[in-house]
């Protein structure tokens, strides 16, 4: 039994092609379509139903479904989905805010948070104060949508203290930035 000859087929196919085309015409081909090519993604595309995150209970997260707005001592406090330490509400400071004597770090890891009274994520900056002792108080490591430490920005494994007086971690706060689109 003998097998499909792909080879001679290829060699037969490529011979033909370059029997009615030229080098010239080839580059002019080439030439419009990158030209042409930055084009379509301009070209009227329906995204209004793309543009809609799904935000039914099966879509939301283990602690989407649970999160709460009431208390935010308590580590499902919808704001807290992705934060990993002390919290500083508990520590003499607030939800978004360094206690006395603690230093907020210039730099934050980031996590999308479902509110659960309008349904809406928003962007919450996580950001450590430094510059105390550990709080100890009110440890939580939630880690909704937490991605792996190659993407250090979307992290929560990472202490913060980086351009702080001191690499000393205290506690974290989440900084609500803004409505997620």
């Known amino acids: 039994m003998t097998g499909f000859d792909f ?3 290829s060699e037969r196919l490529l ?7 030229s080098r010239r015409s080839m580059l002019t081909r080439l030439g419009a379509t990158i030209v042409a090519a930055p084009v379509f993604p301009l ?3 329906s995204r ?10 099966e879509a ?4 989407a479904r649970n999160a709460q707005t009431k208390d935010d001592t308590k580590c499902d406090y919808w704001r807290y989905c992705a934060i990993d330490g002390f919290l500083c509400s508990c520590c003499g400071g607030g939800v978004s805010s360094c206690p006395p004597g603690a230093e907020p770090s210039p730099v934050s890891w980031v996590g999308t948070c479902i509110n659960p009274d309008d349904g809406k994520a928003y962007l919450i900056a996580y950001r450590d ?7 100890g108080q009110c ?5 909704d949508r937490e991605t792996q430490l190659y993407v250090p920005q979307l992290n929560n494994d990472v202490i913060w203290c980086f351009g702080t007086k001191s690499m000393e971690y205290h506690c974290s706060t ?3 930035v803004g409505k997620a689109q």
Do not use: I, Y
């Open 60 to 63: 939301k997260t283990g602690f």
């Open 174 to 176: 989440g900084v609500l």
């Open 129 to 135: 104060c430094c510059g105390k002792p550990s709080c």
């Open 139 to 143: 440890n939580c490591d939630n880690t």
């Open 15 to 21: 011979r033909k092609f370059a029997g009615r085309t």
């Open 48 to 57: 209004a139903n793309a543009a809609k995150p799904e935000r039914s209970a």
């Open 7 to 9: 080879d001679g087929f």
């Open 43 to 45: 070209l009227p595309v």
